[in-house]
């Protein structure tokens, strides 16, 4: 059973900063995998993904890594704003099924 | 182009009430996926349709929840005699096709009183 763990749960840094957002999964059979965007009360943003075939994936000052055997991915973000404020989840697709198993995300605070 | 459509955004039921959340995919789109976001928890896979058929079920509780995606109209999902546990944020998604990327409404809040 796929398992993703998201670290840290929770950081909080000055505006203006580089930052990386975390992702393991337990089973490196994956399809693809996915970086979303949660802002409080609301739905989720899809901001990057990446098939399993593909090392990274850029958009912006976003940049997202994905080390399959090893199970990782990495969330990028360069030059930090307070705007970046919310919840970043990380999301699985294995090759056996269509659900997506989520982590249980990062919420990132961005100081002005 | 309007996106994955969920209503209502918020309901309020009491404990042994049915709940009953929609959830109109994209135009185009005819898979759903039912997702449950519990309080500080992450999101979990509750159940994936096409039209009139449930293809994967497999986190769905056993007992009180139902869903559906009939061939006319929105995919609903059913909660029956709510207990407080059930209060929770549950997003839709859907895709063209199967293994394609899923696009995610804005969630229908259920609260349990």
Redesign the interface.
Known sequence: KQE?TQIPAALSVPEGENLVLNCSFTDSAI?NL?W?RQDP????T?LL?IQSSQREQTSGRLNASLDKSSGRSTLYIAASQPGDSATY?C?V?DNA?????????TRLMVKP | NAGVMQNPRHLVRRRGQEARLRCSPMKGHSHVYWYRQLPEEGLKFMVYLQKENIIDESGMPKERFSAEFPKEGPSILRIQQVVRGDSAAYFCASSPRSMQPQHFGDGTRLSIL
């Open positions: 993703v399809y996915q979303f009360g609301k739905g989720l899809s993904l989840l999301a697709k099924g269509n659900m997506l198993t989520f982590g249980g995300g």
